[in-house]
């Protein structure tokens, strides 16, 4: 299937979008695209001309095979006890009614909205309305600061902000609603004014009464929401239409709103999803991410429910109410796909392997891990001791611009290697260079580009393509920069070591700013100019 994937990539992928729903087919090419900065804008479309709605892919289209009745979200609140499910069909209905009321205010295609919750159910009920409507969204993790929060409300200027009243995470409770007020004064001050504020009240974190309110502008998500009907039309939009803007800080500069389009975007995750998690429809799945990051919209969203899994979405923190709690909601749930992230894995191995031990875990089958290289030792003990050395673990490398995994093993179907994210997935063909740019060939340590397109790539930063060539594409002509380190080895796998943003700092420097032609005519007339007068001044 890799083989074919790049040899014959528009063939391969055509394949794999037609088992969507598609209002109409896409044109040809199939994809299009310039990496190369020297032959002008840089440009990416896949499946340009086709219509369809990746809301209706991940619902309709899953209710209209028979699964309705299929719980597509699995809630764990943070307290203990504290649970709720939505099958596909229940889903639908709190969608379309979401969808509905955003209509009603004026809400359509090509408009954004702000998304600031915490892991509810209604945070993939709005992300999906949203879709549904052709709106784009741009979830702001709920743990951002209210100047972070206005900042991104500046940048987009969304016609609506839905957030809650407040949060529980662990013992402490986060006002939220405060965060928005705050975010909104900041905002207004910039001359990008909010007309809605709807809230979701959050009964378990805080009563209604103590929400501070603006008249006029705050709705209660409960008051408005539920009188609308429990089904909306669906607005078919372009594959290349914009579905969503998340916002990366990056290591300088104000955040990079970071564009992702709709048709490669559904067909590269929904993929990606099934066989880097060997997905079967009996999976219980859960990825403790947070809807606010990249890995929340592609592998809680959309994936996840694109493949019709069902779904577990956790509110609480991982360590509440005791560092066991993951293998409780394993157990309680009969989960079989767990993805987490390093970081989380090193701190529950510092508690020990008792928290892990008490609790069964036998439903388990594949583990994953995202958002950092796995140190060996944290892999071991994630597969001995959680997985109980029978998992396999999916390694995956991506970032929020790929949209989708890129490197990453397929559980089962090749050796692991603890610390390496493997080999490349479908359609993707990664490539070391040295400082310089130039390829390397075999075993090798360099800088981690790739050369091609792929469905679910990035477009653009909103509002800002020129940042866009020159973050990701000047410093190494003719290819996708990553930011990443990598080392390969002799087998072919891909070791990450990390950022370099230095590097882009430096190549940036370099190619724009050293050799820019300007600079040269400058250099040169300084030149003629020196060599004009400086008799005189002797003289
Ligand atoms: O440095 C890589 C690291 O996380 C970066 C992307 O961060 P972000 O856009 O926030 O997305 C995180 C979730 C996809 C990458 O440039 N990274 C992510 N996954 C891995 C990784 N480094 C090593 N191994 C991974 N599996």
Not at 155 to 179: E, Q, Y
Not at 396 to 423: D, H, N, V
Request: charged share 20%; proline share 5%.
């Amino acid at each position: 299937m890799y083989g074919r994937s790049v040899e014959d990539p528009a063939g391969f992928w055509s394949d794999i979008a037609s088992e969507f729903y598609w209002k109409q087919k896409w044109g040809q090419p199939v994809y299009t695209h310039n990496l190369d900065i020297r032959n002008g804008k840089i440009d990416i479309q896949w499946f340009k001309g086709g219509k369809t709605n990746i809301c209706y892919n991940c619902l309709d289209r899953n209710i209209d095979a028979g699964n309705g009745d299929k719980v597509a979200i699995l809630w764990e609140g943070n307290d203990l006890g504290r649970d709720a499910t939505l099958t596909y069909t229940q889903l639908l209905a709190r969608v379309c009614q979401l969808a509905n009321y955003l209509k009603s205010i004026g809400v359509g295609k090509g408009d954004a909205v702000i998304i600031y919750l915490p892991m509810l159910m209604e945070l993939p009920i709005a992300m999906l309305a949203c879709a549904r409507i052709g709106a784009i969204h741009s979830v702001v993790f709920a743990g951002f600061s209210a100047e972070s929060l206005a900042q991104r409300i500046v940048d987009c200027k969304p016609k609506i902000v839905i957030t809650c009243s407040a949060v529980k995470r662990g013992a402490k409770t986060i006002f939220l609603k405060d965060i928005v007020d705050d975010a909104l004064t900041q905002s207004a001050q910039n001359s990008v004014k909010i007309d809605v504020c709807l809230t979701f009240e959050n009964e378990s974190a805080l009563q209604k009464q103590m929400t501070k309110w603006v008249e006029g502008r705050d709705i209660w998500w409960q008051d408005v929401v539920p009188k609308y009907p429990v089904t909306c039309d669906v607005e078919w939009v372009d594959a290349e239409d914009p579905l969503f803007l998340l916002y990366t800080s990056g290591s300088t500069g104000k955040p990079k709103g970071v564009l992702h389009t709709t048709g490669g975007y559904m067909v590269y995750t929904a993929t990606t999803f099934k066989y880097a998690f060997d997905y079967k429809p009996k999976d219980i799945y859960w990825c403790t991410a947070d809807c606010g990051w990249i890995t929340g919209h592609s592998y809680v969203t959309y994936g996840p429910l694109l493949n019709g899994a069902t779904n577990v979405v956790f509110e609480g923190a991982p360590n509440f109410p005791d560092a066991g709690r993951c293998w409780d909601i394993v157990d309680k749930y009969k989960i079989s796909i767990f993805y987490t992230a390093p970081t989380l894995v090193r701190s529950l191995m510092r508690e020990g392997d008792e928290h892990v031990t008490r609790y069964s875990r036998k439903s388990l089958r594949v583990l994953g891990s995202v958002g950092e290289p796995i140190n060996p030792s944290a892999w071991r003990w994630f597969f001995n001791v959680v997985g109980d050395g029978k998992c396999p673990i999916s390694d995956t490398w991506w970032q929020t611009e790929t949209g989708g995994f890129m490197i990453t093993p397929m559980p089962g179907a090749w050796p692991q290697k603890p610390g390496s994210a493997t080999l490349p997935f479908f359609g993707v063909q990664p490539v070391i260079v040295d400082e310089k740019g130039v390829e390397l060939e075999g075993e090798c340590s360099g800088y981690l580009c790739v050369k091609n397109s792929w469905p679910s790539a990035f477009r653009t930063l909103y509002g800002d393509h020129e940042r866009y060539e020159t973050t990701y594409f000047s410093a190494f002509p003719g290819y996708y920069f990553t930011g990443d380190g990598c080392n390969r080895d002799k087998d072919g796998y891909y070791w990450l070591t990390g950022r370099v943003d230095d590097v882009i700092n430096v190549r940036y420097i370099y190619t724009r700013v050293l050799i820019h032609p300007i600079y040269l005519l400058l250099l040169f007339e300084l030149y003629g100019a020196y060599v004009q007068w400086t008799p005189h001044w002797h003289s």
